[in-house]
């Protein structure tokens, strides 16, 4: 979509990592499709397996905090797969586990998923992604957008 200056953005993909439908739900009707294309999987196996075939450009890890050592795991492996991509870590409430997620490199730490929230964080995560001129490296240094 034209972004006021004539530049048309890419669709970004957002793929939330669920037990449940309700956040990727909540992100189908908020977020524009024009920008955003959601889609939900469940934790485990085939997140990693879906998130190699699907490349997301974001990664909403969602109540991380009822199975943090698996959630370390997938973010691990994750990132291995694809280095670049923004992770939006929610928890239902904080524990000492959260500074382990932030140092594994998430954008984003939420302990609670407040919706209007979210839309934002995920908004400021493809604000992000597009300021690199390649998405494929990272942001000269030094460099002001």
Do not use: W
């Amino acid at each position: 979509m034209d972004a006021g200056d004539g530049i048309r953005k890419r669709v970004l993909k957002v793929m939330v990592v669920e037990t449940g439908p309700a956040t990727g739900h909540y992100l189908n009707v908020h977020l524009p499709r024009s920008r955003f294309e959601v889609s939900s999987c469940a934790p485990g196996k085939g997140f990693l397996a879906e998130a190699k075939a699907t490349r997301p450009d974001i990664v909403v890890l969602d109540r991380f905090d009822e199975r943090p050592r698996a959630a370390e795991v997938e973010l691990e492996l994750l990132k291995e797969i694809r280095p670049e991509v923004r992770v939006i870590a929610v928890a239902g409430e904080s524990s000492p586990n959260d500074a382990r997620l932030l140092e594994q490199g998430v954008f984003f730490y939420m302990a609670e998923d407040e919706g209007p929230a979210i839309v934002q964080v995920i908004e400021a995560a493809a604000r992000s992604l597009e300021a690199r001129k390649d998405p494929g490296s990272e942001p000269d240094r030094g460099e002001v957008r």
